[in-house]
């Protein structure tokens, strides 16, 4: 049973911000929401997580709504290298990561 | 100098064979885990050991079977492989928030 629901793709012009959506409507108190991605071919990479706050790294923004029943990855300006397919993992234990189908997202030049 | 490495990174073999895939990890991580990626790219936990004691074991074939001799390593062992085990299996290390991933081991069984 899927904890998040995302689409299945997306486009994003190159130097433009890039918005993904995760829908996590049954979340719980205690559980994180934590996004990775995987370039085609490597390994996923973490890029960030948050609880309830918003969040900002150097790879990304993480924008949690009040009811935390939905989140949203913001790439401020995308480069042609963030081309991947992105997850959204809600979990309340950083030692178990569920993958789902995640979003692949296309940066366009 | 590699996080998360694992060998080999290609390995092709015969239905029936035993094989094993090895990952290493020099972050000092207490959590190591391996992943499977089908033909239709989803990613699934096989298992996870936390200073080499096992955590999660989920529903794999004991055909399948994770070895830690250290909490550097935990190697992956298959036997009697079939062909619906082809896939690409990687390996993550953790500590806290984030996993390092490997670059992935591809096994194709002809």
């Known amino acids: 049973d899927a904890k998040t629901t995302q689409p299945p793709s997306m486009d994003c012009a190159e130097g433009r911000a890039a918005n993904l959506p995760c829908n996590h409507s049954t979340i719980s108190g205690n559980e994180y929401v934590y996004w990775y991605r995987q370039i085609h071919s490597q390994g996923p990479q973490y890029i960030i997580h948050g609880l309830k706050n918003n969040e900002t790294n150097e790879m990304a923004s993480l924008i949690i709504t009040e009811d935390r029943k939905s989140s949203t990855l913001i790439l401020p300006h995308a480069t042609l290298r963030d081309t991947a397919v992105y997850y959204c993992i809600v979990s309340s234990n950083n030692n178990d990561m569920r993958f789902g189908a995640g979003t692949r997202l296309t940066v366009k030049p | 100098d590699t996080a998360v490495s694992q060998t080999p990174k290609y390995l092709v073999t015969q239905m029936g064979n035993d094989k094993s895939i090895k990952c290493e990890q020099n972050?000092?991580?207490?959590?190591m885990y391996w992943y499977k990626q089908d033909s239709k790219k989803f990613l699934k936990i096989m298992f996870s050991y936390n200073n080499k004691e096992l955590i999660i074991n989920e529903t794999v074939p004991n055909r399948f079977s994770p070895k830690s001799p250290d909490k550097a390593h935990l190697n992956l062992h298959i036997n009697s492989l079939e062909l619906g085990d082809s896939a690409v299996y990687f390996c993550?290390?953790?500590?806290?928030?984030?996993?390092?991933f490997g670059s992935g081991t591809r096994l194709t069984v002809v």
């Open positions: 993550a290390s953790s500590q806290g928030i984030g996993y390092t």
């Open positions: 972050l000092g991580h207490d959590t």
